[in-house]
T-cell receptor, first 112, second 114 residues
């Protein structure tokens, strides 16, 4: 059974810091991995999608890496800003299905 | 392009009642999936539809059902509501033919069962 874990559960950093969020999964048979952010009371916004054959994806200040063999992904946020404050979730798409398994999320607070 | 629209935004129901939630995907998207989000369990997959066919179902009791219409709009129904069904129900859409498209989520329907 696929399990997705995110560490840390919560993180508070001063503005301008670079930071890394971690996501680990137990079964490497995944089709892709997505990182999302969720603002309070809102839905999820997709940030980056990494296909199983890729090692990383970049968008602006965000960089996500994927190591399938070790069951890990990281989301790197450069020069954090207060507007980055949100909950960040990773999700893996199980191979042969259309079912995403979500991690428990990291609640990020960037202090001005 | 309009985003994923979920209606209603908030619902209050009593135990034993039934409820229907609606989701309109992004124009052109043919896959619609539903998730339940609770503080204790996080986000859990309910089901996924593509071209009116359910392709995957999560581990929820038969009280949870869904359907998709020919215009890709989707509804989910929960019958005989229980207190534990209180949650944020999220709908997501994607183009759907392949599996490497980002999911686009709506803002959800907040269901409270009293």
């Amino acid at each position: 059974k696929q399990e997705v874990t995110q560490i840390p559960a919560a993180l508070s950093v001063p503005e301008g810091e670079n930071l890394v969020l971690n996501c680990s999964f137990t079964d490497s048979a995944i089709y892709n991995l997505q990182w999302f952010r969720q603002d309070p009371g809102k839905g999820l916004t997709s940030l980056l999608l990494i296909q199983s054959s890729q090692r990383e994806q970049t968008s602006g200040r965000l960089n996500a890496s994927l190591d399938k063999s070790s069951g890990r992904s990281t989301l790197y946020i450069a020069a954090s800003q207060p507007g980055d404050s949100a909950t960040y979730l990773c999700a893996v798409l199980l191979s042969g299905t259309y079912k995403y398994i979500f991690g428990t999320g990291t609640r990020l607070k960037v202090l001005a | 392009k309009a985003g994923v629209t979920q209606t209603p935004r908030y619902l209050i129901k009593t135990r034993g009642q039934q409820v229907t939630l609606s989701c309109s995907p992004i124009s052109g998207h043919r896959s619609v999936s539903w998730y339940q989000q609770t503080p204790g369990q996080g986000l859990q997959f309910l089901f996924e539809y593509f071209s009116e066919t359910q392709r995957n179902k999560g581990n929820f009791p038969g009280r949870f059902s869904g359907r998709q219409f020919s215009n890709s709009r989707s509804e989910m129904n929960v019958s005989t509501l229980e207190l534990g069904d209180s949650a944020l129900y999220l709908c997501a859409s994607s183009p759907g033919s392949g599996s490497n498209s980002p999911l686009h989520f709506g803002n959800g329907t907040r269901l409270t069962v009293t």
